[in-house]
């Protein structure tokens, strides 16, 4: 089992950059594939990136694609999330994902990822 604390959200404007992280407690952090989503008042919570356990596969949304990277220092059992180029569209609550695999697949549903953080918001102003 694995308790995930995100950090790092505010309030930034248009063409910003921001990290998230996201820290993980428990043993074993580094056999967790890690994902990162975020959801906005009355929609669905959406899939924005994952990582596999190693660091050595990642994914993204098309939304973000070329502006957010996600990396992992496994040392630290954290993941991150670098967010560039910040868009008003990205203004969400982002929380950070895990379930447990050693593979190459990297799910891209909520349904997919046992544990949770708790979120942290962030806002783009225009």
């Known amino acids: 089992q694995v308790q995930l604390v995100e950090s790092g959200g505010g309030l930034v404007q248009v063409g910003d950059s921001l990290r998230l992280s996201c820290a993980g407690s428990?043993?074993?952090?580094?056999?967790?594939?890690m994902g990162w989503f975020r959801q906005v008042p009355g929609k669905e919570r959406e899939f924005v990136g994952g990582?596999?356990?190693?660091?050595?596969?990642?994914a993204y949304a098309d939304s973000v694609k070329g502006r957010f990277t996600i990396s992992r220092d496994n040392a630290k059992n954290t993941v991150y999330l670098q967010m560039n180029i910040l868009k008003p569209e990205d203004t969400a609550v982002y929380y950070c994902?895990?379930?447990?695999?050693?593979?190459?697949?990297?799910?891209?549903?909520?349904?997919?990822?046992?544990?949770w953080g708790q979120g942290t918001q962030v806002t783009v102003s225009s």
């Open positions: 990582i596999s356990w190693d660091g050595g596969n990642t």
């Open positions: 428990g043993r074993d952090f580094s056999t967790y594939i």
């Open positions: 994902a895990a379930r447990q695999g050693q593979g190459t697949w990297l799910p891209t549903s909520k349904i997919n990822y046992a544990y």
